[in-house]
């Protein structure tokens, strides 16, 4: 059994430290002793000759407590689903809310349109400049969570002229004291290219309706970036603003100390593409009561990666699946407070725009909530499909034939 694993984690830093030409005398104070590591630490890391460590063995040495175990990694597969999620051709299904069970009934909702997408730089009045562009908010049901049968609209846009009359879209739902909470992303107006995007609610009494709609977002962007010139450029700025300075995408409502905790994504106005790809944030916005007012936690942006959001209860903090962008996208991250997240595990990707099956959330296990749920799929640049996954935590690497 090994005892005393790895460094603490205050030598991190110390190791960041270390790389750098010129060390502050806290650094050097703090440079990790290499001359007495635990041999069982060297045997479990397989290093060969503890005098001559290379940069990847410092910082496997580093990792904090709980990295050798496999609590943590997990692997999948997709499958097809039956009904009203199979293919249809000319219509869009995707972004799947959590799965929510109302006695032997599934629930979930999406965001569903018709019809191919032109792109910009067409007639931004009558194009669909993405899937996600003229989108309604639907629902669908399943006894099985492999047929389902859709039930129609949950959520519609706005009258011409309202912060949502263009698109609604990649929603999410929380069921909590007996009512039902519908967050979605929204666009009022000309889908140009730096259009704002902002964040609704809808809430009901029943998860089949009807849903009263606010009549102001939740959350917007930040309003500290500046534009460069007048063209439709999401590129061009003086000034990029906080990290969901263009837009906040990917609203999920959780419950957790109390309080209602917004999760969401963030678009930075100037995005640019750096050495973990996309530069995308996750932010959070907390508020006493579901309907708000949300304050933007002063701690945002509360992940460096990442894209929808997927996050769930476990060992009393809030555990998330960062993907899709940014230098830590594939890991399963875990945060005490709901705010300060630590890598878990690097999986080897990861299901895009998970829906998440509620009943399976907080237990002992932060794996049983991958058990299934909902993804979806690109069938072509136009067209997206709801799909459903199967996660497992990976055990052993066998060869064919192994038992
Ligand atoms: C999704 C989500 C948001 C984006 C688009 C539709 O995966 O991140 O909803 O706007 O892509």
Redesign the pocket.
Known sequence: MLTRLFLPCCLMAALAACSEPAQTENAVANTPDYTNIDPEIIDYLGITDPEHLSAASKRALAWPEGSRSNKWFLQYETFDLKGDFAYEEGVVRR?PSAVIKVGDTYYTWYSRSVGPSQGFGGDIENDKVFP?DRCDIWYATSKDGWTWEEQGVAVARGEKGTFDDRSV??VECLPHDGKYYLTY?TVGGPYEVRVKNQVGMAWSESPDGPWTKLDEPILSPADNGVWKGTAQDRFAVEKKGDFDSHKV??PCLMFFNDKFYLYY?GEQMGEEITFGGRQIRHGVAIADNPLGPYVKSKYNPISNSG??ICVWHHDGGIAALVTTDGPEKNTIQWAPDGINFEIKSYIPGAP??IGLVRENDNTDDPLKIMEWGLTHQYVSSDYQIIRRFEGARKERHKAKGVK
């Open positions: 972004d996600w879209f990649t992303q995408h990917d994504k894209h929808e895009h725009a």
